[in-house]
């Protein structure tokens, strides 16, 4: 029978609702949990819990932020984990000498690791898994021989960056979302954020409309390995001890989430800042969920795999058809 | 029962994108043996039927009969193993395959054990290359090759599978004139056996050389159907674009309004002695401000090579790059761009559009850092140009918002012109520019090129299209194996004399001149 006029509207519509999904999917999946909290856990709705979710998610969204940066150049920071244990070193190394002065050798730090990734991927042309994994292995090395043990750390200016907060809201926060905003305008707006997505698109089309691709690519790392090192410096601050071993452990895997489930696509030339930082709440959400209901950690892997695989099945529907 | 008399007959079929609608109720009817044209102005809906027919797409109205029986293909591979063969408007065969595995994609012959018998494959390749006469390495991957000799694989790709229809969409856009008398042979070859072939190009006289049946779509709608030679060229052009005979006729079907005044000054670009391993061999090209240079010669010749190196995409072993008196640093596409030298490359879907961004950021792409202040885009002036140039070139498009891998192709094609205008070029590289582009669009291509001529532009035109390299340049240059082998100027200007400098035989009074070449 008419066959080829039946078969129509179906797939049309699933295309549709898997791009609705990979747009704004991360959204609905945090309305949603937040109403499944509201009704079934006890206590969800107090400024004490958002409070604390909220600095725990803090440095995954910056670290994302600059993951998302470096995933729209259709590339992977697998470093960052280990830049943060280098910011927390250098942190404890140089606190001594003040805050400031520390914190400015951690900025050179994480700006010599992400030249150093920059120059492998945009100078060498390595593959950025690769040229980030070495990083990765080597960062938390050299983290450990610098501070080989946990060191607590007693500065006053450290722990008030830490734990202080203005009118309620903890600085951890208010720099979470400042850097969000700051990335964000800089995606849509600025001559390097347009640069940036052409270059993930399609980068020898870039390359001969004279696009700057090896400043463009190397200022992502930089600026990736920088907002590592802003996490890394905050988390050792909420600690008020550096902890090479274990800060910023998994990390790249919590990032990578993030930016994915937030609907930006790996392949490169499009990057949704709303939707990574959504991604990291999410994520968040659902960790804390499933521990507040005492199920083992386990569960919480699972539940995280499950939200990847539909985000990714949702990317792969865009475009098509 | 009776074989039904045709072999594929579309009916009413229709299909939506966001924004267009892209076909609207269109028949089609094929019988054995046919060649059937298809044409329509850039946007038309052409290479949208073939991809609804074939399974790219799937259609929102209409049926489709194949061979007596109602068909619906939900994947090109389920037409071609149907028996509809297509040559997709862009070549989709696979880079980083060997030619000969690109070949026999899909049925590869086997040894006995299950294995892929390689042996035979890149024998059995060899050979049937040899007869579309592309001689290359089969073992090579696919993208060592330009692009004209990809399209010779594709076709005889798709000519190799036992197919009842063989659709063609613009299989000569990258092709030489030799090239394309294959093609013919081939296509007739087709005819004899009764397989019937849809045509699509953008060329009248392929056309008119080969086709006996014609569809003309316009805004997706059929608006002519019948026998080509009832049609003239002009009752063609007239029909495809909509618009009065008179009118059409009063303009002309070539644009190029001949000879430019090209200032008797220092040339505004002086590329010398340009040697790149194995591709070529101390070219050198001068252009005069207001001078449109040609660029002749076979595929392989060393013509996109010339102008990559001048614009700095291919790195030079030695020779140097002048522009306006400054000398270029080789090497440097943004160096050579600053300078004022633009390229717009052959190859439109791989190194020229950005897909996946909108044609208003493709188009002011290479421009942004001037349409910036403190590296901040000013949005307003960006809608200025993109406006602009949207106008001046009749580019179609739903938005500026839209994708432009979604435009047709020739679209794609005019949103590339308009990024490299939009950066007011010195001078103006361009490497098939009317490709896939309309009739109506080419004339205005055209005529661009000769206002920006006039307005004091040295432009370098590469065309495989010999009418369109004669009547636009004023002189050529003509290569052969990546070496100069002689320049036509003024009254020899012509496509005899090309021909015949490329033969090699030219005649001892003809202009030309033997152009120092060294290793
Ligand atoms: N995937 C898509 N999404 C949205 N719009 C599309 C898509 N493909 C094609 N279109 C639109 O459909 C219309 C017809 O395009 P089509 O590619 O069929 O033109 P064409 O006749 O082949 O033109 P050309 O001669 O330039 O190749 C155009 O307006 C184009 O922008
Ligand atoms: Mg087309």
């Known amino acids: 029978m008419a066959e080829a006029t039946v078969r129509t509207a179906a797939p049309l519509d699933k295309a549709r609702i898997l791009q609705w999904l990979q747009t704004y999917g991360v959204y609905a999946g945090v309305a949603l949990l937040l109403i499944v909290n509201i009704v079934i856990t006890p206590h969800f709705l107090s400024a004490e819990n958002f409070r604390t979710q909220a600095v725990q998610v803090a440095p995954v969204i910056i670290v994302a932020l600059g993951m998302a940066l470096v995933i729209g150049t259709e590339g992977v920071d697998l470093s960052v984990g280990a830049v943060m244990a280098l910011a927390a070193s250098v942190l404890a190394l140089y606190l001594g000498y003040g805050l400031l002065p520390a914190l400015i050798a951690v900025a050179l730090f994480a700006a010599v690791a992400g030249l150093a990734n920059g120059a492998l991927v945009a100078l060498l042309g390595v593959q950025p898994i690769v040229a980030t994994l070495a990083l990765m292995v080597g960062g938390r090395g050299i983290a450990l021989v610098m501070l080989p043990q946990l060191e607590d750390l007693h500065n006053p200016s450290l722990a008030s960056l830490g734990s202080g907060d203005i009118v309620g809201v903890p600085y951890l926060i208010l720099i979470a979302a400042a850097l969000a905003v700051l990335i964000a305008f800089v995606v849509r707006r600025t001559t390097f954020g347009r640069q940036l997505l052409a270059i993930g698109d399609s980068r020898p089309a870039a390359q001969l409309a004279g696009l700057p691709v090896r400043r463009v690519l190397m200022v992502v790392y930089v600026v990736s390995g920088l907002l590592a090192a802003v996490a890394g410096v905050l988390a050792t601050a909420r600690l008020q001890a550096s902890d090479p071993t274990s800060l910023g452990n998994l990390m790249e895997l919590s990032a990578i989430t993030a930016v994915v489930v937030g609907g930006t696509p790996l392949t490169g030339g499009r990057i949704s800042i709303g939707g990574t930082v959504a991604g990291a709440v999410l994520i968040q959400l659902l960790t804390a969920t499933l521990i507040k209901h005492d199920l083992p950690p386990s569960w919480t892997q699972i539940a995280q795999a499950i939200v990847i695989v539909c985000a990714v099945y949702a990317a792969r529907g865009r475009g098509k058809r | ?519």
């Open chain 2, 1 to 519: 029962m009776a074989p039904p008399a045709e072999v594929l007959a579309i009916r009413g079929l229709s299909k939506t994108f966001p924004g267009v609608r892209a076909l609207d109720g269109v028949d089609l009817v094929l019988r054995p043996g046919e060649v059937h044209a298809l044409i329509g102005e850039n946007g038309a809906g052409k290479s949208t039927l073939i991809k609804v027919l074939t399974g790219v797409y799937r259609p929102d109205a209409g049926t489709v009969e194949f061979q007596g029986r109602q068909v619906s293909f939900a994947t090109p591979l389920e037409a071609q193993k149907a028996g509809i063969s297509t040559i997709y408007q862009e070549v989709n065969l696979i880079p980083l395959l060997s030619v000969a595995r690109n070949l026999f994609l899909g049925r590869e012959p086997r040894t006995r054990l299950g294995l892929l018998d390689f042996a035979r494959m890149n024998r059995e390749a060899e050979e049937t290359l040899r007869t579309y006469g592309v001689r290359v390495d089969v073992r090579q991957p696919l993208r060592t090759l330009g692009v004209g000799a990809q399209q010779m694989v594709a076709l005889a790709r798709a000519v190799a599978t036992d197919a009842r229809v063989v659709i063609m969409d613009e299989p000569t856009s990258s092709l030489e004139p030799r090239e394309v008398e294959t093609l013919f042979s081939v296509i007739r070859r087709l005819r004899d056996a009764g397989i019937a072939v849809v045509y699509v190009s953008h060329r009248l006289d392929e056309l008119y050389a080969v086709c006996e049946t014609v569809t003309v779509l316009r805004d997706g709608r059929r608006v002519h159907h019948g026998r080509l030679s009832e049609l003239s060229r002009l009752d063609l052009v007239s029909t495809m674009l909509g618009r009065e005979l008179g009118e059409v006729r009063a303009e002309g079907l070539t644009k190029f309004s001949g000879d430019h005044h090209a200032a008797d000054t220092e040339p505004v670009l002086e590329a010398e002695g340009l040697t790149v391993p194995h591709k070529l061999h101390g070219v050198s090209v001068s252009i005069r401000p207001g001078e449109v240079v040609g660029l002749g010669g076979l595929l392989g010749s060393g013509r996109t090579e010339t102008a990559k190196a001048i614009s700095g995409a291919l790195p030079i072993r030695s020779g140097k790059v002048v522009v306006a008196g400054t000398s270029l640093r080789g090497g440097s596409t943004p160096g050579a761009i600053r300078a004022g030298i633009s390229l717009l490359p052959e190859d439109r879907k791989s190194e020229g559009i950005v897909p996946g961004l909108s044609v208003r950021e493709n188009i002011a792409l290479a421009a942004l850092p001037r349409l910036s202040r403190f590296g901040m885009v000013s949005e307003a002036r960006v809608d200025k140009i993109v406006n602009t140039f949207i106008e001046r070139l009749r580019i179609k498009a739903s938005s500026p918002h839209q994708k432009v891998g979604e435009l047709s192709g020739g679209n794609q094609q005019k949103v590339l012109l308009a990024r490299w205008l939009a950066m007011n070029p010195k001078v103006l590289l361009l490497d098939e520019p009317t490709r896939g582009i309309d009739v109506g669009a080419k004339a205005e291509v055209q005529k661009l090129v000769d206002e920006l001529a006039e307005d004091g532009l040295g432009v370098l035109l590469i065309s495989s299209d010999l009418e369109e390299l004669i009547e636009g340049s004023d002189r050529v240059v003509v290569l052969k194996d990546g070496a100069v082998v002689g320049e036509l100027t003024g009254e020899d200007v012509t496509e005899d004399t090309l021909m015949r400098t490329i033969a090699g035989d030219a005649p001892a009074t003809a202009a030309t001149k033997e152009v120092a070449t060294d290793g």
